[in-house]
């Protein structure tokens, strides 16, 4: 059974710093690109970030320069971190762990391109 599991979620100030983490079991994820989303109530999932298994980065403009998408592949360990930096109260979400076989780029900032999701963990940034 696939299973993505977040962590790392919290409270911070405007300005702070916060660093997710996904740990992804229940078969080999590294051919697989791992990204992450987010969701604000009445809003649509956002992409916000991914990595290709060559390593290939991709970023929402909101959240360039900011995040850090990273990922280890060593054996029996899936886990891919999300380091958010100089956090604004617009970041706040429902940031979800992502998993999918599809190396398309272009189509990484649609929902439907993924495959595989987490139950999601909750970072609030306060002004």
């Known amino acids: 059974q696939v299973q993505l599991v977040e962590s790392g979620g919290g409270l911070v100030q405007d300005g702070g710093s916060l660093r997710l983490s996904c740990a992804a079991s229940?078969?080999?994820?590294?051919?697989?690109?791992m990204g992450w989303s987010r969701q604000t109530p009445g809003k649509e999932r956002e992409f916000v970030a991914a990595m290709a298994w060559r390593g290939d980065t991709v970023y929402a403009d909101s959240v360039k320069g900011r995040f850090t998408i990273s990922r280890d592949n060593a054996k029996n360990t899936n886990t891919v971190q999300l380091q958010m930096n100089s956090l604004k109260p617009e970041d706040t979400a429902v940031y979800y762990c992502?998993?999918?076989?599809?190396?398309?780029?272009?189509?990484?900032?649609?929902?439907?391109?993924?495959?595989?999701w987490g139950q999601g963990t909750q970072v609030t940034v306060s002004s």
């Open positions: 992502a998993a999918t076989y599809s190396q398309n780029y272009g189509f990484w900032s649609r929902s439907s391109s993924w495959t595989y």
């Open positions: 229940g078969r080999t994820f590294g051919s697989y690109a």
